[in-house]
Each structure stands twice: as structure tokens, then as C-alpha cells.
């Protein structure tokens, strides 16, 4: 048995919905992450955030950039922020953050933001079929491993100087605590 083209009641292709379910999501976990009080939580919701854009991606024939996404976003920015949050958190801290009063100011900056974004939408022309990006995933790898390797061996060291500096800073922190 194959699925119809369109979904019955609906009108739009399984594609389409699937995209509206993986943006639904994106949205929802980014308002989660900006809402939240809960640090911990807020990172978690980032996560969610990026592996619904990877499902975008793949959607968009872009299998290696979800791949890319994954691995990079979720596997390594991710866990680096989450052990940084968790590395230097403090019971200690006031209850009340200076970014807790700048919630007005915020929520109208938004507001202004999504409707720049609601008129650039509407003002685009945008192409008319179905466009699918094609991506040769050896060519993809010949440039980031043999043009860009000086560049991505950098920021991979650059990430591993910021973890040990992290642990560095939260385990001093922590000792001047226990004198």
C-alpha cells in the first residue's frame, strides 16, 4: 500500500507537512530557550532546536549539511555549552538577573523583528517550483579536508583551548570557595 500524493482533506504534499511539523517544533524549542528559567533546561531545548533544523535540512537535499549539523551543532556546541553552564553555575547568584528586567524592551524588539521578517517574506519573489539543492558530498570534503583543513584544525583547537579554560576557570573558582 503507497501513501497518496497530497494529504486527503489537507491538499498539500507529506513533504510539506513534514517541514510545518519540523518548523513547529524549531519554533517551539527556540521560545522554550529564550523563556525558560531553567538554564539547564534551556540548553536541552537548544539541542531540540538544532536536530529539528538537521530534519529540515534533509528535507532541503541537504543530507551532508544535516550531517554537519549534527554532528558539529549537536554533538559539540551543544555539550560544550551545557558543561560550561553546568562548570560554572552558582547557587550563590542573586534571584533576580539583570536580563529578567529587560523582558518589555525584548518582547518589543521581537515584535518588530518578526514583522521585518513578515515583510521581507511577502516582498520576495520567490522561485515558483520545487528547488533541491544538490550536494556531491566528495567534492563537499575534498574542500574541507584538503583546501580548509589549516582552517578547521584551528577552530578545532580553538574549541579545546575554550573547554580546558572553562574546566581551568570553575575548578580555581571552586577551590577558593573550600579556603
Given at each position: 500500500m503507497t501513501l497518496p500524493a497530497t494529504i486527503p482533506l489537507l491538499g498539500f504534499?507529506?513533504?510539506d507537512a513534514l517541514f510545518m511539523l519540523l518548523a513547529t517544533i524549531l519554533i517551539g524549542a527556540a521560545l522554550l530557550v529564550v523563556g525558560m528559567r531553567d538554564i539547564i533546561r534551556c540548553g536541552l531545548a537548544m539541542i531540540i532546536c538544532f536536530a529539528a533544523l538537521a530534519g529540515i535540512y534533509v528535507i532541503a537535499g541537504a543530507p551532508v549539511v544535516a550531517a554537519a549539523q549534527v554532528l558539529v551543532y549537536i554533538g559539540a556546541i551543544s555539550v560544550l555549552v551545557l558543561f560550561a553552564i553546568m562548570l560554572t553555575q552558582t547557587k550563590a547568584g542573586p534571584s533576580r538577573l539583570v536580563f529578567h528586567s529587560q523582558a518589555g524592551w525584548s518582547g518589543v524588539l521581537s515584535i518588530l523583528l518578526g514583522i521585518i521578517l513578515v515583510v521581507a517574506v511577502t516582498a520576495t519573489a520567490w522561485p515558483e517550483g520545487p528547488t533541491m539543492v544538490q550536494t556531491e558530498t566528495k567534492a563537499l570534503a575534498q574542500t574541507l579536508f584538503g583546501d580548509f583543513v589549516l582552517p578547521f584544525e584551528v577552530v578545532s583547537v580553538l574549541l579545546l583551548a575554550a573547554v580546558i579554560g572553562g574546566?581551568?576557570?570553575?575548578?580555581r573558582e571552586g577551590d577558593k570557595g573550600t579556603d
Open positions: 504534499g507529506w513533504d574546566v581551568f576557570l570553575a575548578k
